[in-house]
Each structure stands twice: as structure tokens, then as C-alpha cells.
């Protein structure tokens, strides 16, 4: 990498030449992520996903439809009090739409975030199942050994 003069109204600077820009890109800083946003936008997909509108779920969570509308556009930061009144009204526990809202956040850093599940919760759950529970299966979900 060599520095190179410019002059940029009349004061000089000096630029590394030789870098692509891709090189140069990789030395920006990460987006800001507001967590506001990936809550109202959880929120939003949830109910859209349910086919619900802001009207009805605004009117079981007992929020005002216009507050739930800044809610999920981001503009207004719920508490968990009212999120926890509107995750009552949509049927989704408050903790699952907290950790949707993790994942989101961790994608947007960067962090890679492990596809199972602890092997102690697995091994607290493993004495639930019965030693035949792979019978119980549909055929394609069922293990093969």
C-alpha cells in the first residue's frame, strides 16, 4: 500500500493507493442496530403472518391502534409491560418474540449463533421420551440408524 497526495480545496491529504474497494469497505463500521426497529419488526410479521390486523390486535392488547402502529414501525419504545400485553394478544410468548428479536440483532452483528439445542436441556428432556418414540413418527421424519 502506498499514500498518495491529493489536494482537496487547496489542503492536502493523503490517500492510500492500491487497496480495492472492497478493502475499503471492510474497514467501515458496522450499521447501528436500534432494537426498537427488530421488536416492531418482529411484532409486525408475527401479526402479519397471522393474518391479523393493527385494529384487532391493538383492540385484545388494549394499546391504541395508533401506538401499536409507531410500535411496530419503530418509532416508539414499547415497555415490557405493553410488549408483554401485545405478545398476550398475538398468542406468542413474550420470551420466543424476544429471542427473534436476538437473532435479528446477532445476524446484524455478525455473530454467529449455533443451530442447536444446549445438550444439558437435551439431556433434562431425553428421560420424557419414551425409548420407542421414533414410532410415533411419520415415516420420512423418523431417523434413520
Known amino acids: 500500500m502506498v499514500k498518495q497526495p491529493v489536494s482537496v480545496n487547496g489542503v492536502v491529504r493523503w490517500r492510500d493507493v492500491g487497496l480495492t474497494e472492497d478493502a475499503h469497505r471492510e474497514h467501515k463500521e458496522p450499521k ?8 416492531g419488526d418482529v ?7 397471522q393474518g391479523r390486523t393493527l385494529r384487532e ?13 409507531e410500535v411496530e ?12 400485553s401485545i405478545c398476550g394478544a398475538l398468542d406468542v410468548p413474550l420470551s420466543l418474540m424476544l429471542r427473534e428479536v436476538s437473532d435479528r440483532v446477532a445476524m446484524a452483528e455478525g455473530v454467529d449463533i449455533p443451530d442447536t439445542v444446549p445438550s444439558d436441556l437435551t439431556n433434562q428432556f431425553a428421560t420424557v421420551l419414551p425409548e420407542d418414540w421414533t414410532e410415533a413418527l411419520p415415516q420420512d421424519m423418523a431417523p434413520s440408524h
Open 32 to 39: 447501528m442496530v436500534v432494537l426498537r426497529h427488530e421488536i
Open 43 to 49: 411484532l409486525r410479521d408475527v401479526r402479519q403472518r
Open 73 to 84: 414501525r419503530g418509532q416508539k419504545e414499547a415497555s415490557s409491560e405493553l410488549l408483554s
Open 57 to 69: 390486535v391493538s383492540h385484545n392488547a388494549r394499546v391504541s391502534l395508533g401506538y401499536l402502529s
